[in-house]
């Protein structure tokens, strides 16, 4: 399957300046004949707080937009956007995936919101992976900060060949990203794609290396630091020769696991 990641350097809560650029690189994708593309975390928005302002209803004119790219390009596209809740003051930090027809293939709320950065305050955190069948492939979306948590790559493996992660991840952490994402796709022996943004959002850097990691951990495809568009064909096959040659899945002691979590107590030894 040949994907495409969208580095895009977002313009600070300007909807329509970013529209403008996901329709350039959309265009690009679809020339090259691209069946996933991928945009970073809150694409039209930047890493917003101001969820009264730059959040929308479920189904509303962002999705909705990307459903007539979609369709436009000929070309399944993932996205990020604020939904609004109706009942209560926070939000939900979600990342879209539509087909090439436009059809709502999965909606993902990020599980982790980043407290550091004080998103806990304004979105609620989500409680469900995403999981859909793809031209064969079994993908999972996860957002940014969830990259730290190994737990819900474990469980979204168990079926997932490729999981992505849309991010806004800040360019003073960039090593902790790529890192991450080289450790994620070893552990869960898939192909991992993290695409992130670059630039400048409300007074902080961001520097891309939006990058695609084969099942052992190779870099097969990255970015630099400028808005950019990278392409790359990854193969089912792939994933299917390690994970047979390789059963790592078949040692692994779950039940022992979720017993060290609620058990594991402190041993003081004296000497």
């Not at 039940?255 to 609620?262: Q, S």
Request: charged share 25%.
């Amino acid at each position: 399957m040949k994907i495409a990641l969208a580095q895009l350097d977002i313009v600070w809560e300007d909807k329509a300046a970013n529209r403008l650029k996901c329709e350039n690189l959309a265009r690009q994708a679809s020339e090259a004949n691209v069946e996933l593309l991928l945009f970073p975390e809150m694409t039209l928005t930047g890493f917003t707080m101001n969820v009264p302002m730059m959040g929308e209803e479920q189904n509303g004119d962002t999705t909705q937009w990307f459903q007539q790219l979609a369709k436009k390009y000929r070309v399944a596209v993932g996205f990020g956007v604020i939904e609004k809740i109706l009942k209560g003051d926070k939000g939900k930090n979600n990342y879209i995936i539509v087909d090439k027809d436009g059809k709502l293939l999965s909606c993902y709320s990020k599980i982790h919101p980043f407290s550091f950065g004080e998103e806990a305050l304004h979105y609620q955190g989500g409680t469900s992976l995403a999981l859909i069948s793809y031209k064969q492939w079994i993908l999972s979306t996860f957002i940014c900060y969830d990259l730290r948590f190994p737990e819900i790559f474990q469980a979204a493996s168990k079926e997932a060949s490729i999981i992505t992660i849309a991010a806004n991840w800040p360019d003073e952490r960039i090593q902790h990203w790529e890192i991450l994402l080289k450790a994620r796709a070893i552990e869960n022996q898939c192909y991992i794609a993290g695409v992130n943004r670059t630039g400048w959002g409300n007074g902080i850097k961001y520097s891309g290396a939006s990058m695609v990691v084969d099942p052992l951990g190779n870099v097969i495809s990255q970015a630099g630091s400028e808005e950019a568009l990278i392409i790359c064909d990854i193969k089912l096959e792939k994933v299917y020769n390690i994970r047979d040659s390789f059963k790592l899945k078949k040692d692994r002691r779950e039940d022992l696991y979720k017993n060290l979590y609620t058990t594991t107590e402190l041993i003081n030894i004296e000497t």
